[in-house]
């Protein structure tokens, strides 16, 4: 089964290392892993901000470099939903809805991808510690992917998963609305972070960077000793 990367923005200037433990995983699950260079952003930031003309260049881009993929699997909900979008953007022209439609077809967020096509939950990976999961609003409220990650992180040796209080909460990153509305975001995930530290956990779990890197900077910024993960590199460890 060929598979290609979609690194996201976030992964690839912050978090490489998250795109390297998703690229093992794949591979020791028996995929072939290739990384189209032609792909830049989704378009999400434009789009968000109201510029969605100036995004269709970038989704027209993306559309073309993953064009001869046969699956596009990234570490990301959010960049996920992103190519789902993509065919509503493009109504109205044919060439390009159709080929926004391919794409958004065999796009698939990672933890989706293993249990939904893979068929696995047990990818053989061992963490101890007590941790919980945050549940990006992208991910599970629009794409609609919830029980993959809770699947694949029960069945790994070690861990002690503790359920987060109010989980369905956003953490208040929501990409440009954290710099638009930042003391209400900074409320938000201050919440977040009272939530967390209500679990008890050492290790909070994330399937989105952006969420990670909200949430994490404000345990760090409260000296807390939580270390921080995202699903991939949880499932990429052997320890």
Known sequence: MKVSLFITCLADVFYPEVGMDVVDVLEKAGCEVDFPEGQTCCGQPAYSTGYLEDAKASMKGMITAFADSEYVVTPSGSCAYMFKEYPAFFKGDPEWESKAKMLAAKTYEFSQFLVDVLKMEDV??????????????????LLGVEEAPEKLLKNVEGLDMKPLPRSQDCCGFGGTFS????????????????????????????????????????????GLPIQVMHIAEVLNNKK
């Open 179 to 222: 710099v638009k509305m930042g003391d209400i975001s900074s409320a938000m995930v201050d919440e977040k972070v009272a939530h967390i530290k209500e679990t008890g956990a050492d290790i909070l779990v994330g399937g989105d960077c952006g969420c990670l890197m909200n949430i994490g900077g404000r345990i760090k910024r409260e």
């Open 124 to 141: 053989g990976a061992s963490l101890r510690g007590r941790a919980t999961y945050h549940k990006s609003c992208h991910m599970t409220r």
